[in-house]
């Protein structure tokens, strides 16, 4: 006879998942008495309440002293779920909160009394899992290790549509750092979406501003998009929250749909190392298309980004780098990367590198991408205005490509160098 769960029971069981209810809130998807052991290395199995809701699971002992909670795992932090050593027994693994800094992979054993109650609570996990990876390539989903007998079918009705589950993702990651869910960022997700717009401008979303009643957190919006397979692109202008660019190489790490990233005039100074290290790490994103303009980046954070370049497996079509602090020695790293990766050279298109110091080794490292391309580029458009240009060096190799838009306001030019000028215009 199956032992029922009582009121007071469901009522600790609740005030442990809390919030409950509402659009973003918990609920209890499924209960069942089991016996676990509290960690994977005890051969000590006892009574437990296996809870799972829709952004945890739990295992609640109930003692002589009073109830406590032996387990409370994120459903994204599960990384395997498999037999253990006996037929009737499951091993759960997962890994601690965000907080947690330990290495060591942590988890459970299960056993239940009958296989319709172990085969109830499988299915509720993943159902419940599905919900919020919708998009999630295999390698970052639960690994299921279970003789396929044991693997029921699951309906997928319940996983979010909107935007291809961004909405079930952002609210699953609120959940996960702990981070408040606001109803005006899902609305504004769901406008963009009606609208068929396939970029995320968050600037556009209502509380962005920090002082806002409706202020949202921008980090868990960010990194919602890690598996997003509807949105191209996302922007983020003017904005003083300090993870941003920490976000966003989340993002890149793992997303394979994103064409395009513009982080510009940020109000907090950060490092763009995360971006470029996100971009080695993940050789199957799609970014195409960068924009960092009026940002400080130094040469640490500039030779992680030419590094993450140098590795891309596809197309750059537009690079932004405009006042951004850079000086001959940071010019000469981004036109070697060029040169190193030539492919990816030839097909920028637009090219924005304004404001910042060329000199002579800068015009130097330009001459040389420029004579080696030989003409051959997909360059149309080069903005280079307030670079400090040494004419003499850079003039003839300008004279090769075929331009559409050339910007070379704001530098110096002498006698000589206007009539260098002159004999590129003539050839724009």
């Known amino acids: 006879m199956l032992e029922v769960i009582q009121d007071s029971e469901l009522k600790y069981i609740e005030e442990q998942i809390e919030p409950i209810g509402g659009l973003f809130g918990e609920q209890i998807n499924h209960m069942c008495w089991i016996e676990a052991t509290s960690s994977l290395k005890s051969k000590s199995f006892n009574k437990r309440i296996f809870v799972v809701a829709k952004y945890r699971f739990l295992s609640v002992k109930k003692g002589t002293f009073g109830r406590s909670v032996e387990a409370n795992v994120h459903l994204y932090n599960i990384t395997e779920i498999g037999p253990s050593d006996a037929d009737d027994k499951i091993e759960i693994k997962f890994h601690g909160d965000p907080e947690n800094t330990q290495k060591e992979e942590e988890g459970i054993i299960v056993k239940a009394s009958s296989k319709p109650i172990m085969q109830g609570l499988l299915k509720a996990i993943r159902q419940a ?228 110091s060329f000199g002579e080794a800068g015009s130097i490292a330009l001459a040389s991408w420029l004579s080696k391309a030989k003409g051959y580029n997909n360059l149309k458009t080069l903005i280079l205005s307030n670079c400090n240009l040494n004419f003499k060096i850079m003039g003839p190799p300008l004279r090769i490509i075929d331009l559409k838009h050339l910007d070379l306001s704001r530098n110096k030019i002498d006698k000589e160098a206007s009539k260098l000028v002159a004999d590129v215009l003539e050839c724009v």
């Open 129 to 356: 899992y599905a919900c919020i990876t919708v998009g999630f390539p295999e390698k970052f989903a639960i690994k299921i290790t279970l003789p396929p007998e044991k693997v029921e079918t699951i309906d997928n009705s319940a996983a979010g549509t909107t935007a291809n589950g961004l909405i079930n993702q952002y609210t699953a990651l609120s959940h996960y750092y702990k981070t408040k869910v606001t109803l005006d960022f899902v609305r504004y997700v769901e406008a963009v979406v009606f609208n068929n717009c396939l970029e995320l401008d968050f600037n556009e979303c209502p509380g962005i501003d920090t002082g806002s009643d409706l202020a949202f957190n921008l980090f868990t919006a960010i990194v919602s998009l890690r598996h997003n397979t509807y949105f191209r692109a996302l922007r983020v202008d003017k904005q003083p929250h300090i993870n941003v660019v920490n976000a966003v190489g989340m993002v890149i790490e793992t997303n394979r749909t994103l064409t395009g990233i513009e982080l510009t005039r940020l109000t907090t100074e950060q490092s763009f190392v995360p971006i470029g290290r996100a971009l080695v790490s993940n050789p199957d994103n799609a970014i195409m298309s960068i924009n960092l303009s009026n940002n400080t980046i130094n040469l640490q954070s500039l030779a992680a980004l030419c590094d993450g370049l140098e590795k891309l497996t596809h197309a750059l079509l537009r690079l932004e780098l405009a006042k951004c602090d850079l000086r001959p020695k940071g010019i000469e790293m981004i036109y070697h990367t060029f040169e190193r990766h030539f492919g990816m050279g030839l097909a920028i298109q637009h090219l924005d590198l304004s404001d910042n």
